[in-house]
């Protein structure tokens, strides 16, 4: 005798069949705790090293872990940073966990998001598994060689996107040390998620998603200068980031008598700078300082990438014109702030004029330097300076470094439209 057709979807008969399904499903698999993440990959992660040629001893160390191929591992840039700028003096090698070492050879970079992938001639193990991040406050597990000091893992947690950045770094929780850099970031089912970043400039830790490991796969081949490739890319990408911000509004502060742009992208914080206000000085200054956090590592020495403005208001009803001007000159020495010298950079060529924004009269002075082995690149710095007050000044000031000239110009007249007499 057949079933009525109505039993399948009758409530009882799917009770019954939602309590068998939860009796025969799989059981989920369970969490890995550190030490389970450690014991399961540690034959992966390798201590990756910067030898000098002459000494064979370390310039510097990293890690890295085995990568698509069994004799590929990925790493950082900066970890072989010193190797791109001086080959001549330079090779890359590895340290495994049971001590075998070998000479690695390097196939790509991505200098933009600090990644690296290098080879060797020999099988290294089986590829670790990769994925997307977990959800923000999940446990993250990174490994790595820190401080030269054996094969370690460190605990932590995903703290979200920094919406600083591009989107490209997570923050970790964690304490990644320097020598942890290029190590592998796993989730609590030991996947790996992302890759370390930790330099002895960072204040805080934090990961690279593996998909930009994926895209890195997807470069053309070796180049024929890896010095001319991380200037391509870090010329290409800061040419994409100032025209996005072109490309949009900008949100407007008054200022005093003055209307100035504000935080003009989401990678931008703005912050009050105004000194202390002290009866003795016969004026008044109000400073707004802008600044992104987008760093790019360029050398060891060097960080590109970096966008500086700020707007200085200066005013007095007490100081005649000659001891108002000779402030306000003062005030008007704008000195670009990097680490960079001779043997990085050229010396700077400026061009002053007099130009019309919005109405008022502005002195300004360009300046650029270029950078001698990275071609392309430039650091600029920009001032103008409101003239025709006898007792009220303002100035803006504008520095970009590791940059393309022309889009920096762009950028300025940009500034330039936004910022408007109120008075």
Not at 110 to 126: P, R
Not at 214 to 232: H, K
Not at 372 to 401: C, E, P
């Amino acid at each position: 005798m057949p079933y009525p057709a109505q039993w399948p979807n009758h409530p009882v008969w799917l009770n019954i069949f939602a309590m068998l399904a939860l009796l025969i499903a799989p059981d989920a698999p369970a969490a890995l705790d550190s030490q389970g993440v450690f014991e399961r990959h540690e034959n992966a992660v390798f201590q990756i090293r910067v030898i000098h040629k002459e000494t064979g001893k370390k310039r510097s160390i990293g890690s890295g872990f085995i990568f698509n191929r069994s004799n590929r591992l990925a790493t950082n840039y900066h970890v072989v940073s010193d190797f791109i700028d001086k080959p001549e003096t330079y090779y890359l090698s590895y340290l495994s966990a049971d001590g075998v070492e070998g000479r690695l050879r390097l196939l790509a970079v991505d200098a933009v998001h600090d990644l690296a992938l290098v080879e060797s001639d020999v099988a290294l193990g089986a590829p670790l598994s990769i994925g997307e991040p977990p959800a923000k406050g999940a446990a993250l597990f990174a490994m790595g060689n820190p401080l030269d000091l054996g094969l370690t893992i460190a605990a932590g947690t995903n703290g979200g996107v920094l919406s600083q950045t591009d989107d490209s770094r997570i923050l970790f929780s964690g304490s990644l040390n320097p020598g942890m850099s290029g190590g592998p970031t796993f989730d609590d089912a030991g996947i790996v998620v992302g890759i370390n970043v930790a330099t002895t400039r960072n204040d805080i830790s934090f990961i690279v998603p593996t998909r930009y490991l994926e895209r890195l796969l997807a470069t053309q081949p070796q180049p024929a200068s890896f010095l001319d490739e991380v200037a391509r890319q870090i010329r290409d990408y800061q040419i994409s980031y100032l025209d996005r911000i072109k490309a949009v509004d900008w949100p407007s502060n008054k200022m005093r008598d003055m209307q100035i742009p504000a935080a003009i992208s989401p990678t931008i914080r703005c912050w009050d700078a105004s000194p202390k206000s002290r009866p003795e000085h016969l004026y008044r200054r109000y400073t707004v300082s802008c600044k992104n956090e987008n760093d790019i590592f360029l050398t060891q020495q060097l960080d590109v990438g970096k966008i500086l403005y700020e707007f200085i208001w200066v005013e007095s009803d007490k100081l005649g014109p000659l001891r108002f001007y000779r402030l306000y000159q003062a005030l008007n020495a704008s000195q670009f702030g990097s680490r960079a010298t001779e043997d990085d950079v050229k010396q700077f060529r400026c061009t002053t004029r007099f130009v019309n924004v919005n109405g008022m009269d502005f002195k300004t002075t360009l300046c650029a330097r270029s950078y001698k082995r990275y071609s392309n690149l430039s650091d600029i710095l920009f001032t103008a300076a409101m003239v025709g007050k006898k007792d009220t000044g303002f100035i803006f000031n504008l520095d970009l470094s590791g940059s393309d000239f022309t889009a920096a110009t762009h950028l300025i007249a940009r500034f330039l439209k936004e910022i408007r007499w109120q008075h």
